[in-house]
């Protein structure tokens, strides 16, 4: 498996969910080789310290140390392209593995070069969201996009397999790959520790609504047009209060009596405390793949109001709102929604999350995953 960082070491979905998998991979019996890289150098013990003890022994963890070559146009290319080719030479010189699984950009030079590579195997890619082919939040980002596109289009062409979350990132990689027979839909899930019983739904003792956003202050995560639907909502509503959690820096905080910080939370306990005292989440995003903090909401009892971007549509049914593009006018509108809700409408939605993510759970991923790489192996051979 090779990564471009895991949690803790390096924060953000992609990563969050490359730990997870390879957890999950482990614990279920089968030999991991996981390469993955930070901006220091960490020791092996130190990362399988992360994992837990039914993991540990089938893990085998290279780390690298990941810097920008430079800082002139196109340096983040240069840089992916450099520790791809890392990755690469590490991997040449170690045992034939049977499934290469590639995160984002780190199996550029193998796929390039896989002529060199002294075996032959089947290579997987995953690029999550696919966030070059969808809307950005401003030109910069825009130009950003399209300098990726060609290189993303390459290396999917070259694999055997790319893997997507469903919903509209499948839509994309058909478009733009052009052969859909190679796309393997495989959704992310959930550890059921994170998961409530129904009648654990938290219920406030006042009609008031508590929404919540779990994030950082990232451009592409919507919060300027939130902020601008909840100077709105001010003088239409005092029925709600809202709770941030991640690292928005002070200068980027709305200063209103409703609107709780509680900055970055790494104690997933605690996380689970503050998500537990809220009623809905909120996801803004311009462009996800499929996010995590959503899947996270659901399996505590939150309603879900969201962007229908990436795979976030099949998150959402009768338990939140989906709207079409993060605008403030329609964020605004959707928190009104869920202020006119009655308790009992508002229950049903967070009963309804509770029901729908527990088909998100990682036997049934795994499994999916087993029963696909060893249809491919058997093509290979």
């Known amino acids: 498996m090779l990564t471009d960082g895991i949690t803790p070491y390096v924060m953000g979905g992609m990563q969050k969910h490359s730990f997870l998998f390879s957890e999950q991979i482990a614990a279920r019996g089968h030999d991991v080789t996981l390469f993955h890289c930070a901006p220091d150098m960490i020791e092996e013990d130190e990362v399988l310290s992360q994992y837990t003890p039914g993991a540990r022994p089938n893990l085998k963890v290279y780390s690298f140390v990941y810097s920008e070559i430079d800082s002139l146009p196109g340096h983040y290319l240069r840089s992916q392209k450099s520790i791809s080719k890392r990755?690469?030479?590490?991997?040449?010189?170690?045992?034939?593995?049977?499934?290469?699984?590639?995160?984002?950009?780190?199996?550029?030079?193998?796929?390039?070069?896989?002529?060199?590579?002294?075996?032959?195997?089947?290579?997987?890619?995953?690029?999550?969201?696919?966030?070059?082919?969808?809307?950005?939040?401003?030109?910069?980002?825009?130009i950003q996009k399209y300098?990726?596109?060609?290189?993303?289009?390459r290396i999917m062409y070259k694999a055997d397999l790319v893997f997507s979350y469903g919903g509209c990132i499948t839509s994309i990689i058909e478009r733009e790959l052009k052969k859909g027979d190679k796309i393997v839909e495989l959704p992310t899930a959930i550890d059921q520790s994170w998961v409530i019983n129904d009648d654990e739904i938290w219920e406030s003792n006042d009609d008031r609504v508590n929404f919540l956003f779990i994030g950082r202050y990232d451009r592409v995560k919507g919060l300027p047009e939130l902020y601008k639907a909840l100077e709105q909502l001010k003088s239409k509503s005092e029925n709600w209060t809202f709770h941030f959690v991640g690292p928005i820096p002070d200068n980027k905080r709305l200063e209103y009596p409703r609107c709780i910080y509680h900055g970055a939370i790494q104690d997933e306990n605690q996380l689970?405390?503050?998500?537990?005292?809220?009623?809905?989440?909120?996801?803004?995003?311009?462009?996800?793949?499929?996010?995590?903090?959503?899947?996270?909401?659901?399996?505590?009892?939150?309603?879900?109001?969201?962007?229908?971007?990436?795979?976030?549509?099949?998150?959402?049914?009768?338990?939140?709102?989906?709207?079409?593009?993060?605008?403030?006018?329609?964020?605004?509108?959707?928190?009104?929604?869920?202020?006119?809700?009655?308790?009992?409408?508002?229950?049903?939605?967070q009963l309804d999350s509770l029901h729908h993510v527990r088909q998100f759970n990682w036997d049934n991923i795994i499994s999916d995953f087993e029963r696909i790489v060893s249809s491919e192996i058997a093509l290979k051979n």
């Not at 300098?147 to 289009?153: A, C, E, G, T």
């Not at 499929?290 to 899947?295: A, D, Q, T």
């Open 87 to 142: 990755y690469f030479e590490k991997l040449n010189s170690l045992q034939p593995f049977d499934f290469i699984f590639t995160k984002g950009f780190m199996g550029w030079y193998l796929l390039e070069n896989r002529h060199l590579l002294r075996y032959n195997t089947c290579i997987g890619v995953k690029f999550h969201g696919m966030n070059m082919f969808q809307r950005q939040a401003d030109l910069k980002g825009e």
């Open 272 to 349: 689970k405390g503050i998500i537990d005292q809220c009623d809905v989440l909120v996801n803004t995003s311009i462009s996800e793949g499929m996010p995590n903090v959503i899947l996270e909401a659901m399996a505590r009892g939150l309603a879900v109001l969201a962007t229908n971007v990436g795979a976030t549509s099949m998150l959402i049914d009768k338990n939140g709102i989906l709207i079409e593009r993060n605008s403030p006018n329609l964020i605004l509108n959707g928190l009104l929604r869920f202020l006119k809700l009655t308790k009992q409408e508002l229950y049903k939605m």
């Open 147 to 153: 300098m990726l596109r060609y290189p993303v289009r």
